[in-house]
């Protein structure tokens, strides 16, 4: 059975699963329990409860802010789907705190282990916001993460590798705050821009205690108290023609810490793809080799560009032994299109012989 939209279904070859709220290019975006998509192969995709007999819960209206489709990002955090839980506010909560924050995974090994990337909410504020990156050689942005952080949560954002430091020597936040089914005071919106010193990230010294974290972290201060620091811009003020490395940062009072909880990516396990034409195709009588070989290696590109800017993601190929052909036009496709990802072999307990996962860590090369 063909998964429908309002379907509840499980992956076959993968962890997890939900209902299907939305289908493209025979593509499933799956939401669990928490309303984070996982984009899933139809066929991937086992039917356990139809829309009918699962009775899904009805879903109240979306806020989506208004956003050109020129600068929508590919990614599954792009939907800003809410669910509607109760919100405890403070009068504290009224004023923004925005901070932008990088945890290293081991404080002993800075050289050798990757870093977390959180963005701090500590507000009675929804913010719909996109974290981008990008280095000083390249003229334009990419887009790490777009989508909703909930009041008083810290999102993780992204898991930078060291290999990946040399690609960031500037970073951004775009936000808009807002509420939902209440009124509230409306808040300007900000864009951040920062240089960052990759350097600092291999210095132990560099990293220092912070209200938000209990490990010592790298933290670059957004808004404190409302007020935009260095590096911030109010987006409707009259004077957002001058340099955002002229802003100046305005006294504040220091931040008191509040309840803030970690809200972490969801679907941490590798995606799954099988390239074997078995699987993609009923039926491919009269196919050539080279015919075959396209279609798999088209195949391989659609996944890739997919999910090209969810930092972090790992996808497994699965392309069989045999003769080697389909991996060498992987690592080929890798070399030339996607030369920013990681490569491995896959683990041979899980998916046996002829198995390829990548990292996704950035866009592709431009060809």
């Known amino acids: 059975m063909t998964a429908k939209i309002g379907d509840t279904v499980r992956f076959l070859n993968d962890v997890g699963g939900g209902t299907v709220v939305r289908i493209k290019d025979n593509m499933a975006y799956v939401a669990d329990e928490d309303g984070f998509e996982t984009p899933m192969l139809l066929r991937e995709c086992v039917v356990v409860g139809t829309a009918q007999t699962s009775a899904p819960k009805p879903v109240e209206a979306v806020v989506k ?159 404190i108290n409302d007020e935009p620091q260095r590096g911030a811009l109010n987006i409707t003020s009259q004077e957002s023609d001058v340099k955002i490395e002229k802003a100046v940062k305005p006294k504040a009072q220091p931040v008191k810490r509040r309840d803030i909880s970690k809200k972490a990516q969801k679907n941490t396990d590798p995606m799954v793809v099988d390239l074997h034409i078995s699987e993609l195709l009923d039926n491919w009588n009269g196919m050539s080799n080279s015919e075959i070989l396209n279609y798999q290696i088209d195949k391989f590109r659609e996944v890739m560009d997919e999910n090209i800017n969810m930092g972090g993601k790992k996808i497994v190929f699965i392309h069989g032994k045999g003769e080697g052909v389909l991996r060498q036009a992987l690592l080929k496709e890798l070399n030339y299109r996607y030369k920013n990802c990681g490569v491995q072999d896959a683990s041979f307990r899980e998916y046996g012989y002829g198995a390829t996962q990548v990292t996704i860590s950035g866009n592709p090369r431009k060809y």
């Open 65 to 223: 802010p208004a956003i050109t489709q020129s600068v929508q990002p590919q990614s599954k955090s792009t939907d800003v789907s809410i669910e509607a839980e109760p919100i405890e506010e403070t009068p504290e909560g009224d004023s923004l705190n925005i901070v932008l924050a990088f945890e290293p995974h081991d404080l002993k090994r800075l050289s050798q282990r990757g870093f977390d990337t959180y963005l701090v909410n500590d507000s009675n504020y929804y913010l719909y916001f996109t974290f981008m990156t990008k280095s000083d050689s390249d003229k334009q942005w990419t887009t790490r993460y777009a989508g909703v952080v909930e009041p008083n949560f810290q999102l993780l954002l992204a898991e930078l590798s060291v290999n990946d430091l040399p690609e960031i020597d500037r970073v951004a936040v775009q936000y808009i705050a807002f509420k939902r089914d209440k009124k509230f005071e409306i808040k300007p919106p900000v864009a951040y821009e920062s240089r960052l010193d990759t350097t600092k990230f291999a210095r132990l010294h560099c990293f220092h205690p912070n209200v938000y974290f209990d490990n010592p972290v790298i933290a670059l201060d957004i808004v």
